[in-house]
């Protein structure tokens, strides 16, 4: 691999996010990038402890044999996954084995060197710390069948929350698209009911009481049921005044995380020692919390106690808006009030609404937020990237009409100028038909200038202001806040010289700076900021997504080829230098207007678009690397200004996304 792209993928990786320029120069030359074959094996069971493996294209299976020589398999790994650190940390034989089931790239680090970055990039111990607690078995129960579980907190500062309902339907998802194991442990008070039997069509099961005296020494079975819909149960009783049921609890989690890869605890909302020590054995924490002021106030509360008084680590407790009772405070706010960031908003849900939404309800809102908090814990979020291109970026619309037909499922959606603004009209809704259906506003090439203002090109050509009205025209007022599936925008920060990340706001003050191309439109301030063209560093925004956790990236790069772009400059130029100066109307030498339409028509927006184009488009191949798929549809023979021809740049893209159709379902299904 090329030295400079093995640094730039690097970079990417979650697991060296924020070391300084010194420490990441020692990883990059402490690593290497090897390639595995399909069905290579990495290292075996048994094997002495090798080296750290951070996964960058491909995938690896983690397995391990039965006492027949059979393989049971417990994991499948794709990107920025790591694996081999137990054997390093433990200095123990490795517990499984490790082979790519596809051709994979896989960043290497040799147990010396590993052991050296350890000592000098603190945080990576506390990051691998946390994997360990989730990875290490309890070897004396019975074979290894799980890779890695994780334990879920479900609390509230007080009653009526909602958190039983959420516990349910979240433990529901995870098991649907993850399809992995899933158990709630329902825990309450002596004198409480449990509820959720009844809402998993189970028989009243016997619950354990935590407080028996008697010794757990294997898991009780008898006490597990197992519902018709893939989640199990175990219910508790517990005494706040008995410490001997926080160890009990334990032991009992000890070997369950044997055989289930989550683990969700639906805890009492209730403050009392006991209670805080369970929390505090969860690798996740989700607090729920309805909009409302003083809701979020007992919130705040709660987590900053969590975090002063017990020294909780604040990363691992989400926020959970509930809207279950009206907002009468706008979002802005609530975050004030709260003091930290909102990790999900769930809708509200009607009186009469099914108790088993993820089932009986699949297409309601509040399943379709659940579904994206059980992607994002299962690793399994779908990220969607629309990358610039003007006129080309119509073929977007091309691929979404694919997507939408296909059911092919999309968590999350980022874009970069017309990729920003394609990308919001779908986010707030808007199907591909009713996209395509706006575009007939340039039914004729005439009509691009119905988004045309010209001004004295001191800052740019255009001010914007027509193009402000039709994003106004279309979107109106909504903001951030009111789009179906999470959206991220791309703009460029022209002082800073960094790109700028928007997902807060009106969407129209975003889409304005994303889309403001440098030379061509005025930069566009934006809270006190002078913003441009979010191509200019992003034309491809794959790398926001991938910082964000997403695993699976669908990236949509309408950049044509640098030949073509270098060939298409040329052929301008040519007609450019062939028209003379007596083509610019000489009976109104004060027409400001018409002089620059001249210009316009000469072609200069062009050659700027175009000499652009170039410089974008190798960062839009580097970026496209990080993609797990890249659609690149043809666009030979048509034009970044023919806006009039969105019909046939719409067919372009169907035809790529439905090309690729077999490698998408493989990327969703993994």
């Known amino acids: 691999m090329d030295p400079k792209n093995k640094e730039f993928v690097i970079k990417e990786l979650p697991f060296f996010a924020g070391v300084s320029k010194a420490l990441f120069a020692t990883i990059n030359a402490k690593s290497e990038i090897v390639e595995y074959r399909k069905g290579q094996l990495i290292y075996e069971e048994g094997s002495a402890p090798s080296a750290f493996y951070c996964i960058i294209s491909g995938r690896v299976q983690i397995y391990s044999k039965d006492n027949a020589g059979q393989r049971l398999v417990l994991e499948y790994l794709h990107r920025g996954k790591y694996f081999g650190i137990i054997s390093l940390l433990t200095n123990e034989p490795h517990s499984v084995s490790s082979e790519a089931i596809n051709d994979c790239a896989i960043l290497v680090i040799k147990k010396d060197n590993f052991d050296f970055l350890l000592k000098s990039i603190p945080h990576l111990a506390i990051d691998l710390s946390r994997t360990l607690s989730r990875r290490l078995k309890r070897k004396d129960i019975h074979q290894k069948r799980i890779f890695e579980s994780t334990v879920i907190s479900v609390f509230s500062s007080y009653s009526q929350s909602g958190k039983t309902t959420y516990a349910l339907n979240l433990a529901l998802s995870l098991n649907r698209e993850t399809h992995k194991s899933v158990i709630i442990l329902d825990i309450l008070p002596q004198d409480k009911?449990?509820?959720?039997?009844?809402?998993?069509?189970?028989?009243?099961?016997?619950?354990?009481?935590?407080?028996?005296?008697?010794?757990i020494r294997t898991l009780p079975q008898d006490f597990i049921s197992k519902s018709k819909f893939g989640v199990d149960l175990f219910c508790f009783y517990y005494s706040e005044d008995d410490s001997a049921c926080l160890k009990r609890l334990i032991e009992i989690i000890s070997f369950l995380v044997n055989d289930y890869h989550y683990i969700i605890l639906d805890l009492p909302a209730a403050m009392d020692r006991a209670i805080i020590s369970m929390l505090n054995q969860s690798d996740l924490i989700h607090i729920l919390s309805s909009p409302e002021a003083v809701d979020l106030k007992r919130t705040n509360n709660l987590i900053s106690r969590l975090k002063r008084d017990f020294n909780f680590d604040a990363q691992k407790i989400k926020t959970i808006i509930n809207e279950y009772k009206l907002a009468r405070i706008n979002y802005s706010d609530q975050l004030d009030i709260l003091g930290q960031e909102i990790f999900a908003t769930i809708p509200r849900i009607g009186f009469n609404a099914a108790e088993r939404l993820i089932i009986d309800q699949p297409d309601c809102e509040y399943s379709k937020a659940v579904r994206r908090i059980a992607r994002q814990l299962g690793d399994c979020l779908v990220g969607l990237v629309l990358g610039v291109g003007v006129g080309y970026g119509f073929c977007h619309v091309g691929v979404l009409k694919v997507?939408?037909?296909?059911?092919?499922?999309?968590?999350?959606?980022?874009?970069?100028?017309?990729?920003?603004?394609?990308?919001?009209?779908w986010a707030i809704g808007k199907s591909?038909?009713?996209?395509?259906?706006?575009?007939?506003?340039?039914?004729?090439?005439?009509?691009?200038?119905?988004?045309?203002?010209?001004?004295?090109?001191?800052?740019?050509f255009i001010k914007g202001n027509k193009f402000y009205r039709f994003l106004r025209k279309h979107l109106g007022s909504k903001t951030f806040y009111n789009v179906k599936l999470p959206l991220k925008i791309i703009a460029s920060d022209v002082r800073r010289k960094e790109p700028?990340?928007?997902?807060?706001?009106?969407?129209?003050?975003?889409?304005?700076?994303?889309c403001s191309m440098p030379g061509i439109f005025a930069p566009f301030k934006f809270k006190g900021e002078m913003l441009l063209d979010g191509g200019v560093t992003y034309p491809l925004p794959t790398e926001p997504l991938l910082k964000m956790g997403v695993r699976k990236i669908i990236a949509v790069n309408v950049t044509p080829s640098r030949e073509d772009i270098l060939n298409q400059v040329q052929r301008l130029k040519n007609n450019l230098s062939s028209e003379t100066v007596e083509s610019i109307p000489k009976n109104k030498p004060f027409d400001l207007l018409g002089r620059l339409k001249s210009i316009f028509n000469l072609n200069i927006v062009d050659i700027i678009f175009s000499s652009v184009e170039v410089l974008q488009s190798e960062v839009a191949r580097?970026?496209?690397?990080?993609a797990d798929i890249v659609l690149h549809p043809d666009t030979s023979g048509l034009f970044w200004l023919e806006l009039h021809k969105a019909d046939e740049f719409a067919r372009r893209g169907e035809v790529e996304a439905r090309k690729n159709l077999d490698k998408i379902w493989q990327l969703i299904n993994e």
């Open 193 to 215: 009911t449990h509820t959720l039997p009844h809402k998993l069509a189970l028989d009243v099961p016997a619950a354990l009481n935590l407080s028996s005296q008697a010794e």
């Open 403 to 425: 997507i939408e037909e296909e059911n092919i499922p999309i968590d999350i959606i980022a874009g970069s100028s017309i990729g920003a603004l394609i990308a919001s009209l």
């Open 432 to 460: 591909s038909k009713e996209i395509l259906e706006i575009t007939r506003e340039f039914k004729e090439p005439k009509h691009i200038w119905g988004l045309i203002d010209m001004t004295f090109p001191r800052l740019g």
């Open 500 to 514: 700028r990340i928007l997902d807060k706001g009106l969407l129209v003050d975003a889409i304005m700076a994303s």
């Open 622 to 626: 580097r970026e496209g690397e990080l």
